[in-house]
């Protein structure tokens, strides 16, 4: 979905090291969410941002999640340390007239 | 919070009619939609209801809403291979949190 284009699409790390991942979203839209899919519990939302401003990141696991979303085009999630338990594919969104358009994802296996 | 269930798998032989079903908890929920996701890629929006509706058609897609059950199914008639894919249902309220069920995968037998 050229809307939304994530980085890196495929990630191989080891634990305990840093992960970042990217999102660059057509700018111009106010709402970008996050979400993690996974077998066992599907697709789960993290956090969303509003204007470059985090609303609601209830969704996050714990304090190794973080994210930015320093202007409207740009967002990372970052994961330090990762864990084998944050294996799972990572969804960037936007939404627009109600519709959420999503990034192809970046696939996540740590070690 | 919003609990929102869907069966895991449903299998169906080629041009026979599919239905994907999908019962949630929260009925304050404004916007109802169904997302496909094939293999490798992100989920796209299929279509979507609102919840002042009982039913939508969009060419092979028919979309059923009894708000009393809390029920949401898609049908999809004369199914053909390349739809096999994840179909999810998912929620929205007045606020912008969108709510996934688990997926169904659905399976089309040529």
């Known amino acids: 979905d050229a809307g939304v284009i994530q980085s890196p699409r495929h990630e191989v790390t080891e634990m305990g090291q840093e992960v970042t991942l990217r999102c660059k979203p057509i700018?111009?839209?106010?709402?970008l969410f996050w979400y993690r899919q996974t077998m066992m519990r599907g697709l789960e939302l993290l956090i969303y941002?509003?204007?470059?401003?985090?609303?609601?990141d209830s969704g996050m696991p714990e304090d190794r999640f973080s994210a930015k979303m320093p202007n409207a085009s740009f967002s990372t999630l970052k994961i330090q340390p990762s864990e084998p338990r944050d294996s799972a594919v990572y969804f960037c969104?936007?939404?627009?007239?109600?519709?959420?358009?999503f990034g192809e994802g970046s696939r996540l296996t740590v070690l | 919070g919003e609990d929102v269930e869907q069966s895991l798998f449903l299998s169906v032989r080629e041009g026979d009619s599919s239905v994907i079903n999908c019962t949630y908890t929260?009925?304050?929920?404004?916007?109802l939609y169904w997302y496909k996701q094939e293999p490798g890629a992100g989920l796209q929006l299929l279509t979507y209801?609102?919840?002042?509706?009982d039913m939508k058609q969009d060419q092979r897609l028919t979309v059923l809403l009894n708000k009393k059950d809390k029920h949401l199914s898609l049908r999809i008639a004369d199914t053909q291979t390349g739809d096999s894919a994840i179909y999810f249902c998912?929620?929205?309220?007045?606020?912008?949190?969108?709510?996934f069920g688990a997926g169904t995968r659905l399976f089309v037998k040529a």
């Open positions: 969104a936007f939404l627009y007239t109600g519709e959420l358009f």
């Open positions: 700018s111009g839209h106010d709402y």
């Open positions: 941002f509003n204007n470059n401003v985090p609303i609601d």
């Open positions: 929260d009925s304050s929920s404004t916007y």
């Open positions: 209801i609102f919840s002042n509706m």
């Open positions: 998912a929620l929205r309220g007045g606020g912008f949190k969108t709510i």
